[in-house]
């Protein structure tokens, strides 16, 4: 009914940039939260950035600075510009919208698939 395609996985070397971006398509109703966690090699999901539909922003104190998450809600399109990643910031990241189906009756939360990102020293 409802799916997130994120593009923009690939290897970089430390000190360069990856643009991320998902793409929301189906019966939407109405977008509530954007946002991207990531997830490194034994280590939990964590919460990367996020945006509201008010463009209110959230963001990891590790990638502070580095990161910037951006939306287009006519297109229901969340991306994440990373500048000057480091090998710790290799992991696979997921898209994430909170959003409300055509009929539904509640928001619910929608995960991608995921996309690797691997930054190399």
């Known amino acids: 009914q409802v799916q997130l395609a994120e593009s923009g996985g690939s290897l970089v070397q430390a000190g360069g940039s990856v643009r991320l971006s998902c793409v929301a398509s189906?019966?939407?109703?109405?977008?509530?939260?954007m946002g991207w966690y990531r997830q490194a090699p034994g280590k939990q999901r964590e919460l990367v950035a996020t945006?509201?539909?008010?463009?209110?922003?959230n963001y990891a104190d590790s990638v502070k600075g580095r990161f910037t998450i951006s939306r287009d809600n006519a297109i229901n399109t969340v991306s994440l510009q990373m500048n000057s990643l480091k090998p710790k910031d290799t992991a696979v990241y997921y898209c994430?919208?909170?959003?409300?189906?055509?009929?539904?009756?509640?928001?619910?939360?929608?995960w991608g698939q995921g996309t690797l990102v691997t930054v190399s020293s």
């Open positions: 994430m919208v909170r959003l409300r189906v055509l009929g539904g009756a509640n928001a619910l939360d929608t």
């Open positions: 189906g019966s939407i109703f109405r977008a509530y939260v």
């Open positions: 945006i509201t539909s008010g463009d209110s922003t």
